[in-house]
């Protein structure tokens, strides 16, 4: 199997796991910083060390003694004192960016599982274990491990299904019989993803391929391809001859802070317009503001030699040590062209090692513009890996490959600043560049470390270009979550002349203050008189002088209450400085959390910058249809990135996150929503009663640059694949109704040209002869990326199963990678029956007004039904409100008795479940057997079977899209809004999937001016959903419309030229 890289956008430990001589080194695990030691914390160490160890003899096993762990670093808080360990610090490392990470409570659950963003055969990002589970060293401890590790290293996926999963549910139809989701072995247990057995000696990775293959997470993301062939396809197993164990070796770290040396080249290239001002007046904000108290920081010049500015490394404990870190950046730079990267090095690694210091995890934070000598450069390449420290290389004014290679070549990153001019003057925009990439390289550094809480926060940018009115204004909110060193800053271009006349700024009490302070003048900005110091929705507005031809720039900064306090967090996760496109497609995901959990519903964009000044907007989804987004409610927020421009180019992703006008929520703490069940199928539920509404936020996140070769040809890119098909029958009739995302033309961008629907009685010929199996024709145009689409056909071949599976073609003929399949069942109609049962490749019958329409007799049944329901509510109400809802903890047992099918196929009797009472209601067609049992139903239960035997959906409306009673405990998803595949249609066009030009720097576009649908401020200041007081409000979010196609028959083929969807009724019933 041929996996496809994938590139990500978080940043990563210095090395990552390494694999020498088959034994895995540099692998990390975590415990958090504020995790209370264990009372016996060596006998927590040592169960720790035993259930790793029988890991990986395990592994050694089931890869048939091809690799194991060899070294393993464990991260341990500096305040665990008694453990009988030898601790070392460790600058680089945070137990937040481990490998392994061991926590009480996990942001997914509490049991064990892989955050598993990118796919088949690609590595996840971390792995959770429970901190329970080491306890003790039962030999299940080591299974556990080797699961996650599986799907850590090697991108598989669990092989079983999922409770009320509508992609990969728990049971499945396969030959009109229901099963389990799983692989079967031959002595007829269930098989997870990894070893089958305790035995260490016995132990073998899945290499069932069952009939039918069930549509687990694995099958349908790695295309039916086992587990070991999967992991044995990986570069780390494949062609690597068998090794000799050994037992692993355990290293105990605490984290260190990183320490900076910001070095700036002052060669003559900075002469050029205002490159040293800009360089001056940006490092100035980055010492005084940015830099978290405490950070130990030096400073190098260098040009064709290098000299160190300060003594020694500075801590930055107070307001006079900022200042003299300033007073010793340089006025002018040197009239030299020539520049030494090695000297550079060689001045910071004496600043690292003086007083007995050392070099070893830290960064010099490098501005430098043009190219270098390759032996300079390679000098201090191995000067830097010897000592094992990072450069992140901030390439200004003018970039070079060598730049990249620097930064790559020690762990560091590259962040670009493009040159951009207005005459003989550099463009403002340059020095706002520069300081959010020197922001944006501590960012990345610090990672989620404790000095991360005293970083700013960016909650508003506006850029005001020369051609606004001479009174512009603009809007931002302060979240409650925030308000520590609030800033508010208007940047000018010229001290002499700022342009700026008159400042005011409008409090959300609805109180106005005018004036500017001159107080930051040196910094080129202005801020009111009147300082930010109440959160809620904020205005402000300036008067431009009508001559200038600069911009001015609004910014918003805040900081965390407290370095503990939770708050929102936005990040794009990047790996990488260079991306070749001739290694695989480039995924952007973004990581949205508050606090340790993930945010649902947020909005999430990514402003993209090229060539110096032009702009582009994409929107991030979160739901987890398979390509490219894995799973809906992990934080994770996916969309490719197709480049404008087919040549190499430099690009620069800004990402924007705020509350999506009041839906975004996450999970509440101490609800009962984290499960101690298996994780993750294709969505992370969060019970209603366990969600918290956020309050009004935004984030705006420095940009993160990256290097774009061999782009694709744009005519060349198919559409993505379509991993969520669905099916559903209304058997009397043998009308088929499918269901799934659709794609884009472009992967997940724009509009696919048409479908190209087949189905076949083999599901293995379904496959691997596609092209040559009948085809069912959709007339209409598909709808764009993301849209939920349902076609309705007739489909009158009766008594055997069909597999049906679609692809998306583009205008360029481009075909995407074949579905996921879903199978068909349609037993034949009673002998009594006219219709015909003559198999035809696809049916020319139609549907008729009758069978689509409701008759009177029908309506007039609904009406007693609901009387009869009315009698029914009063009757059990005090029964209703006695009972405590369950969470499904019947549901398993019940479930191979009364099992529910909501997708891959349909059935012609299934369950619906109350699961406020774990009973379960037989929905059964006029042709079955009448029920013998007597059956309870509730009120709601009555008139949900009524409405399905009166409705032309018939059973349709339970499965295969699961969709819970809103008054049930399982109504985790609200439906309207979010569905498998659905996407915002209140704030998103069609064109807002692609790329969107983006005038003006700034979350709501050009001209200060907010886009419809942002915040207007009530009486009270505050928009929703806060309070006065700035406590959270616990409201329901909107209802938002989802857009939805119906492609019709088409008239020569099918006949039927309307969706069983559009006359489907909703209920609303309200229990007592």
Request: proline content about 6%.
């Amino acid at each position: 199997m041929i996996s496809v890289p994938f590139i990500t956008l978080l940043p990563i430990l210095v090395k990552g796991i390494v694999l020498n001589d088959s034994g895995y080194e540099n692998i990390f695990v975590g415990i958090p910083r504020n995790l209370q030691e264990p009372q016996d914390c060596g006998r927590f160490l040592s169960n720790l060390e035993a259930s790793f160890h029988y890991a990986s003899k395990l592994l050694y096993q089931a890869t048939e003694s091809k690799v194991y762990f060899k070294n393993m670093s464990i991260i341990i808080p500096k305040t665990w004192s008694n453990c009988p360990r030898q601790v070392t610090p460790r600058v680089g490392v945070a137990w937040s960016r481990t490998d392994l990470l061991v926590t009480e409570k996990g942001s997914l659950g509490n049991s064990a599982w892989t955050l598993q963003p990118k796919g088949c055969g690609n590595s996840g990002y971390y792995s959770h274990l429970p901190l329970k589970m080491f306890d003790n060293n039962e030999t299940k401890n080591g299974i556990t491990i080797l699961n996650e590790w599986i799907k850590l290293r090697y991108g598989v996926f669990p092989n079983i299904g999922f409770s009320n999963d509508p992609v990969y549910p728990e049971y499945y139809k396969h030959n009109n019989i229901i099963k389990e989701t799983a692989c079967y072995y031959s002595n007829g247990t269930t098989s997870g993803i990894a070893c089958n057995t305790e035995d260490s000696e016995k132990c073998s990775f899945d290499s069932c391929k069952p009939e039918g293959y069930p549509p687990t997470k694995h099958n349908i993301l790695c295309n039916r391809e086992t587990v070991k062939s999967v992991i044995f396809d990986h570069v780390d197993i494949r062609n690597r001859e068998s090794s000799v164990f050994n037992m692993p070796k355990f290293q105990y770290f605490c984290e260190e802070k990183v320490k900076f040396v910001l070095a700036l080249d002052s060669s003559s290239a900075m002469i050029d317009r205002d490159n040293w001002k800009f360089i001056r007046i940006a490092a100035r904000r980055f010492v005084l503001y940015d830099l978290p108290n405490n950070t130990e920081i030096g400073l190098v010049r260098f040009s064709a030699k290098a000299k160190a500015e300060t003594d020694s490394l500075t801590s930055l404990s107070s307001d006079k040590d900022r200042e003299s870190i300033v007073a010793r950046i340089p006025d002018y730079p040197e009239k030299m062209a020539e520049k030494c990267f090695e000297c550079a090095i060689r001045e910071s690694i004496k600043l690292f090692e003086k007083d007995g210091g050392s070099a070893f995890g830290n960064v010099v934070l490098l501005i430098t513009s043009g190219t270098a000598n390759i032996n300079d450069l390679n000098a201090a390449i191995n000067l830097a890996r010897n000592k094992q420290m990072k450069i992140t290389v901030i390439s200004y004014a003018a970039t070079s490959e060598n730049q990249h290679q620097l930064a790559s070549e020690t762990g560091g990153f590259t962040e670009i600043v493009p040159s951009k001019g207005v005459g003989s003057s550099s463009h403002l925009s340059m020095m706002i560049r520069l300081g959010d990439a020197l922001l944006s390289s501590v960012q990345r550094h610090l990672g989620s470390s404790e000095e991360f809480g005293d970083l700013p926060v960016q909650v508003h940018e506006m850029e005001y270009q020369d051609t606004a009115t001479s009174i512009v204004n603009g809007t931002f909110v302060l979240d409650p979550m925030l308000n520590r060193d609030n800033l508010f800053a208007l940047y000018f271009y010229s001290r002499d002349n700022p342009y700026v006349k008159r400042l005011w700024l409008t409090s959300p009490s609805g109180k106005t203050f005018e004036g500017k302070s001159e107080y930051s003048l040196s910094g080129h900005y202005f801020t009111p008189l009147h300082g930010v110091n109440t959160p809620g929705l904020w205005s402000y507005a300036f008067e431009r002088e009508s001559q200038s031809h600069q911009s001015h720039f609004v910014k918003v900064f805040s900081k965390p209450k407290s370095k503990s306090q939770a708050t929102v967090t936005g990040r794009l996760l990047l790996d990488k400085n260079i991306f070749d496109f001739s290694e695989g497609s480039l995924i952007l995901l973004a990581e949205v959390k508050f606090g340790d959990y993930p945010i649902h519903d947020a909005r999430v964009r990514v402003i993209v910058w090229y060539n110096g000044s032009e702009s582009k907007e994409i929107f991030l989804i979160d739901n987890g249809n398979g390509d490219p987004d894995i799973t809906n409610g992990d934080g994770i927020y996916s969309r490719y990135f197709i480049p404008p421009l087919e040549t190499k180019t430099d690009y620069s992703f800004t990402l924007v996150v705020d509350h999506n006008d009041g839906r975004a929520y996450t999970y509440r703490e101490g609800g009962d929503g984290e499960g101690d069940g298996p994780c993750c199928g294709s969505q992370i539920p969060i019970y209603r009663e366990d969600r918290d509404y956020l309050p009004s936020f935004q984030r705006i996140s420095p940009p993160q640059s990256l290097r774009v070769v061999n782009a694709p040809i744009l005519s060349q890119i198919p559409p993505n694949r379509i991993s969520d098909l669905r099916a559903r029958i209304e058997e009397p009739k043998a009308v088929v109704e499918i269901q799934w995302t659709a794609p884009g033309a472009d992967f997940d961008s724009g509009l696919a040209k048409s479908y190209d629907l087949r189905y076949s009685t083999s599901l293995d010929d379904l496959y691997d002869s596609f092209d040559e199996q009948p085809s069912i024709a959709l007339s209409e145009a598909p709808l764009a990326a993301g849209s939920e689409t349902e076609y309705t056909f007739r489909f009158t071949h009766y008594d055997k199963p069909y597999y049906f599976a679609l692809r998306a073609v583009d205008e360029n003929n481009n075909q995407g990678k074949l579905s996921n399949s879903v199978e068909v069942f349609i037993p034949a109609p009673p002998t009594t029956s006219t219709s015909s049962t003559t198999p035809m490749p696809y049916a020319t019958d139609t549907v008729s007004e009758d069978d689509i329409h409701l008759t009177v007799g029908a309506i007039a049944g609904i009406a007693a039904g609901g009387f009869l329901a009315v009698i029914l509510i009063i009757t059990f109400s005090c029964c209703a409100v006695s009972r405590r809802k369950e969470k499904g903890k019947c549901m398993k047992e019940n479930a191979l008795k009364n099992p529910t099918i909501y997708t891959s196929g349909q059935i012609k009797t299934s369950a619906l479940k109350d699961s406020s009472r774990n009973n379960s209601i037989d929905t059964v067609d006029s042709a079955a057997k009448s029920v013998t049992q007597p059956v309870h139903w509730t009120a709601s239960q009555l008139l949900t079977e009524h409405e399905r035997r009166q409705t032309p959906a018939g059973t349709a409306h339970i499965y295969p899209n699961y969709r819970p009673n809103p008054s049930s405990d399982y109504s985790y998803l609200n439906e309207s809004y979010l569905q498998v595949g659905s996407v915002y249609s209140g704030y998103q066009s069609q064109q807002d999937y692609g790329f969107r030009n983006e005038e003006r720097y700034g979350p709501y576009g050009g001209g200060g001016s907010p886009r419809s649908g942002s915040y207007s401020a009530p009486s009270d200041g505050f928009p929703p959903p806060y309070d006065n007081s700035g406590d959270y409000q616990k409201v329901p979010p909107p209802t938002l419309p989802k857009p939805k196609i119906i492609l019709k028959a088409s008239p020569n083929l099918q006949g039927s030229v309307t969706s069983l969807a559009s006359d489907r009724k909703r209920r609303n019933i309200t229990q007592v």
